[in-house]
C-alpha cells in the first residue's frame, strides 16, 4: 500500500529519492534565508525611526542665522523631491521643521544649509511600527528555523524538522501581524504566507518521515 505525503510522493519511496527532496528544500529555504537577512541588514537611519502617516521633528543645532532645508527626498524605488528650499524655524541655537509626508515606508533624505554656505545631509525612516527593533525577533526566528532544519536533513533527524517547522510557522505569523519595519504590506503578507507554507510542508514531511521510520521499526 502507497501512503502519500508531500508533493504527493509514497511514504516508501526509495531512500534516494528521499534524499534529493530533502536536499532540495533545503537549497530553497537557504535562499530564502539569505533574501531576508540581505533585506533586514540595510535598515538604518541617522535621524531615527518614525510611524508611518505621522508627523516628524526635523530638528537641528547650528550657530547660524537661520537654516534652510535644501531638499527632502522620498525612498528608494522611484525617489523624488518632495520639498525644497524650506525655512525652518529658528528656536535658540536649534532649527526645527515638522515633517508630514510620510506615507511611503522606507529612508527619506534631506538636505540644509547655514547661513554661510555649509551644507549637511541626514536621514530618517519611516515604518510601519514606529521602530525597527522588532527586527531581530523574526530573523531569530528564521536563523532557528533553518539551524534546526539543515541539522535535521544532514543528521536525517526528523523530530529536528518538525522543530523547524514550527519556527518558520511563528516566523510567518509573526510577520503578518507585525510586519518587519520598513518592508510591510503586500510584499510582506506574501512572504508570510511563503513562509507559513514552509513550515507546513516541512512540518508534513516530517511528520511522514517519522511515521516510515515506525514502520520500518515494526
Known amino acids: 500500500m502507497s501512503f502519500y505525503i508531500v508533493w504527493g510522493y509514497s511514504i516508501n519511496m526509495d531512500k534516494q529519492t528521499k534524499d534529493l527532496r530533502w536536499k532540495l528544500l533545503a537549497i530553497f529555504v537557504l535562499m530564502i534565508a539569505i533574501t531576508m537577512t540581505t533585506?533586514?541588514?540595510?535598515?538604518s537611519a541617522s535621524l531615527g525611526s518614525?510611524?508611518?502617516?505621522?508627523?516628524?521633528p526635523i530638528i537641528t543645532a547650528l550657530n547660524s542665522s537661520y537654516v534652510n532645508i535644501t531638499t527632502i527626498t522620498s525612498p528608494t524605488p522611484n525617489p523624488e523631491i518632495l520639498y525644497s528650499n524650506v525655512v525652518m524655524t529658528k528656536q535658540g541655537n536649534a532649527f526645527n521643521y515638522t515633517f508630514c509626508d510620510t506615507t511611503k515606508l522606507g529612508t527619506y533624505t534631506?538636505?540644509?544649509?547655514?547661513?554661510?554656505?555649509?551644507?549637511?545631509?541626514?536621514?530618517?525612516?519611516?515604518?510601519?511600527?514606529?521602530?525597527?527593533?522588532s527586527l531581530?525577533?523574526?530573523?531569530?526566528?528564521?536563523?532557528?528555523?533553518i539551524l534546526f532544519l539543515m541539522t535535521g536533513i544532514f543528521q536525517r533527524n526528523a523530530y529536528l524538522g518538525l522543530f523547524s517547522s514550527f519556527f518558520f510557522v511563528i516566523l510567518g505569523i509573526?510577520?503578518?501581524?507585525?510586519?518587519?519595519?520598513?518592508?510591510?504590506?503586500?510584499?510582506?503578507?506574501?512572504?508570510?504566507?511563503?513562509v507559513i507554507g514552509i513550515g507546513l510542508m516541512v512540518g508534513f514531511a516530517s511528520v511522514g518521515e517519522m511515521y516510515y521510520e515506525g514502520k520500518e521499526n515494526d
Open 39 to 43: 533585506t533586514m541588514s540595510n535598515v
Open 50 to 56: 518614525y510611524k508611518q502617516a505621522e508627523c516628524i
Open 110 to 133: 534631506y538636505g540644509y544649509c547655514d547661513d554661510i554656505g555649509n551644507c549637511y545631509s541626514n536621514d530618517f525612516e519611516i515604518t510601519s511600527t514606529g521602530n525597527n527593533k
Open 136 to 145: 531581530y525577533i523574526p530573523l531569530i526566528f528564521g536563523i532557528t528555523a
Open 174 to 194: 509573526y510577520a503578518m501581524i507585525y510586519g518587519f519595519g520598513v518592508i510591510n504590506g503586500t510584499y510582506t503578507q506574501m512572504f508570510s504566507y511563503v
